[in-house]
């Protein structure tokens, strides 16, 4: 697939510092990562200054117990990649520069990656991720998005949410309910047993024209059903609340390939490991003979192995040193991360 033998590779945009090392062929001989959840959790969301203190003293020795795990030296890395963004800037200098320093000591090539592509990527060494073209619904904390991945490597954003992601839906409801944080996996484990008929939420943007999203109208709903207390059962509410989120997901999936004319969908990002997710897509999907990708469930939460793969995916002829972080980067920009 690449003619790298070994990549290393870094993801620090958020509050997980995950370092990965993976063969040219997508093999994962390492992937490390340190949740920063704890240090955030006494705030009820993360704070940025203490994402970056905590990255910079995680970085040296997660990496040294990557190369432990897949029994490399550091002379042995042929290529370095990174998240260069969207996300936190200060946590994204720290894996960014780390990484610069690496290549440029082991004077190997340098690839920034587009955080987004990492996760539409994050299988694309197993056997059954698709061929260009496909649609990728990417639903995490900070995003909730479809795109459409074209045959000439362009991907273009075709719809996103008017204003909460649905990550962060289940992680602002789940602190209203005391959870903690993040939320969206407890409030999928209680669901499991719960009664997804018994509260009614709206589906936002259901009958709109395009492929847009919005979460902020559920989540209101959610917490005046919490405050009335009512008969309140907690899994039957986590159960009818992670209904809403899938079904507006699924149906705005499937309507963009519909579309568009293309039967292969691929999802991505931390909620793509949501039990109910998964189960709608692949059962409304047949009718429609639309084949659909789930990464496994460890590679749907931010790692690095996706963005070392997003890597392998690239045709690249040169490492772009000057190449800087950018909190907003769109991905319609990535390009602008190669650019010498
Ligand atoms: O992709 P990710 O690790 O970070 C971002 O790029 O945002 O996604 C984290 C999000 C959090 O909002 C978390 O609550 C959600 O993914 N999440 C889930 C599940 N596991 C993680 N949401 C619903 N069900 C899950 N099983
Ligand atoms: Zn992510």
Same mark, same amino acid.
């Given at each position: 697939?690449?003619?790298?033998?070994?990549?290393?590779?870094?993801?620090?945009?958020?509050?997980?510092?995950?370092?990965?090392?993976?063969?040219?062929?997508?093999?994962?001989?390492?992937?490390?990562?340190?949740?920063?959840?704890?240090?955030?959790?006494?705030?009820?969301?993360?704070?940025?200054?203490?994402?970056?203190?905590?990255?910079?003293?995680?970085?040296?020795?997660?990496?040294?117990?990557?190369?432990?795990?897949?029994?490399?030296?550091?002379?042995?890395?042929?290529?370095?990649?990174?998240?260069?963004?969207?996300?936190?800037?200060?946590?994204?200098?720290?894996?960014?520069?780390?990484?610069?320093?690496?290549?440029?000591?082991?004077?190997?090539?340098?690839?920034?990656?587009?955080?987004?592509?990492?996760?539409?990527?994050?299988?694309?060494?197993?056997?059954?991720?698709?061929?260009?073209?496909?649609?990728?619904?990417?639903?995490?904390?900070?995003?909730?998005?479809?795109?459409?991945?074209?045959?000439?490597?362009?991907?273009?954003?075709?719809?996103?949410?008017?204003?909460?992601?649905?990550?962060?839906?289940?992680?602002?409801?789940?602190?209203?309910?005391?959870?903690?944080?993040?939320?969206?996996?407890?409030?999928?484990?209680?669901?499991?047993?719960?009664?997804?008929?018994?509260?009614?939420?709206?589906?936002?943007?259901?009958?709109?024209?395009?492929?847009?999203?919005?979460?902020?109208?559920?989540?209101?709903?959610?917490?005046?059903?919490?405050?009335?207390?009512?008969?309140?059962?907690? @899994?039957?509410? !986590?159960?009818?609340?992670?209904?809403? +989120? %899938?079904? $507006?997901?699924?149906? /705005?999936?499937?309507? &963009?390939?519909?579309?568009?004319?293309?039967?292969?969908?691929?999802?991505?990002?931390?909620?793509?490991?949501?039990?109910?997710?998964?189960?709608?897509?692949?059962?409304?999907?047949?009718?429609?003979?639309?084949?659909?990708?789930?990464?496994? @469930?460890?590679? !749907?939460?931010?790692?690095?192995?996706? +963005? %070392?793969? $997003?890597?392998?995916? /690239?045709?690249?002829? &040169?490492?772009?040193?000057?190449?800087?972080?950018?909190?907003?980067?769109?991905?319609?920009?990535?390009?602008?991360?190669?650019?010498?």
């Amino acid at each position: 697939m690449s003619s790298y033998q070994n990549i290393l590779a870094f993801e620090t945009s958020c509050d997980d510092t995950a370092v990965a090392i993976v063969t040219g062929q997508g093999e994962i001989l390492a992937n490390i990562v340190y949740s920063q959840d704890s240090e955030h959790t006494p705030y009820g969301g993360v704070v940025p200054e203490i994402g970056s203190r905590s990255h910079i003293e995680q970085i040296v020795s997660k990496t040294k117990i990557a190369f432990e795990v897949a029994k490399l030296s550091p002379s042995e890395i042929n290529a370095v990649a990174v998240t260069c963004g969207p996300g936190l800037i200060g946590p994204l200098l720290v894996g960014a520069q780390f990484a610069k320093g690496f290549a440029l000591a082991q004077k190997i090539p340098f690839i920034p990656v587009h955080h987004i592509e990492g996760h539409i990527f994050s299988g694309a060494t197993q056997n059954n991720f698709p061929k260009l073209p496909f649609i990728a619904l990417i639903v995490s904390g900070g995003h909730t998005s479809l795109y459409l991945c074209q045959e000439d490597n362009k991907i273009i954003t075709i719809g996103q949410t008017l204003d909460d992601a649905a990550g962060e839906a289940f992680d602002k409801v789940g602190r209203a309910l005391g959870l903690g944080y993040p939320a969206g996996k407890k409030m999928d484990e209680l669901a499991m047993s719960g009664d997804k008929n018994r509260f009614k939420f709206p589906i936002a943007m259901k009958n709109s024209h395009g492929f847009d999203f919005s979460f902020s109208g559920l989540k209101t709903k959610a917490l005046q059903f919490i405050e009335n207390k009512d008969n309140f059962c907690l @899994k039957d509410f !986590c159960a009818s609340f992670q209904e809403a +989120i %899938a079904i $507006a997901l699924v149906e /705005k999936a499937i309507k &963009a390939c519909k579309t568009k004319k293309i039967n292969k969908l691929v999802l991505g990002g931390g909620v793509s490991s949501n039990s109910r997710l998964r189960e709608l897509l692949i059962n409304n999907s047949l009718k429609d003979e639309i084949n659909v990708f789930l990464p496994s @469930k460890n590679l !749907c939460t931010d790692n690095a192995v996706m +963005i %070392a793969r $997003a890597a392998l995916a /690239k045709k690249l002829s &040169a490492s772009n040193f000057l190449s800087d972080v950018r909190s907003n980067l769109k991905i319609e920009e990535r390009e602008l991360l190669l650019k010498v």
